[in-house]
Nanobody
Framework: QVYFVASGGGVVQPGGSLTLSCEIS????????MAWYRQEPGKQRELIAA???????RYADSVRGRFTISRNNAENKAYLQMNALKSEDTAVYFC???????????WGQGTQVTVSS
């Protein structure tokens, strides 16, 4: 069974920080490109950060410089450190591998992040 469980969301003030965690069920995580996505109400889910199997990271322009993706293959976990949060970061955040995500497999419920004063 493939699952990715995102947690750590909450309500934070603008300028604040949160760290999201992802629990992953698949084996051989090191072979996959780990990614974080988010979805705002009424919009499509978008990829915002990815960490490939070779260690390369990439970010959406909207979060570059503020968010940091990391992964722990041995513990089957991934993280998203979010700093300098803005109201426009309010969304449901999901974790998945790019490989499974592109096949629409493994989507969990996500975790809600609300940035509001």
């Amino acid at each position: 069974q493939v699952y990715f469980v995102a947690s750590g969301g909450g309500v934070v003030q603008p300028g604040g920080s949160l760290t999201l965690s992802c629990e992953i069920s698949i084996r051989g995580l090191s072979l996959y490109s780990m990614a974080w996505y988010r979805q705002e109400p009424g919009k499509q889910r978008e990829l915002i950060a990815a960490a490939t199997s070779s260690g390369t990271t990439r970010y959406a322009d909207s979060v570059r410089g503020r968010f940091t993706i990391s992964r722990n293959n041995a513990e089957n976990k991934a993280y998203l450190q979010m700093n300098a949060l803005k109201s426009e970061d309010t969304a449901v955040y999901f974790c998945n591998t790019e490989e499974y995500g592109s096949q629409d497999v493994g989507w969990g419920q996500g975790t809600q992040v609300t940035v509001s004063s």
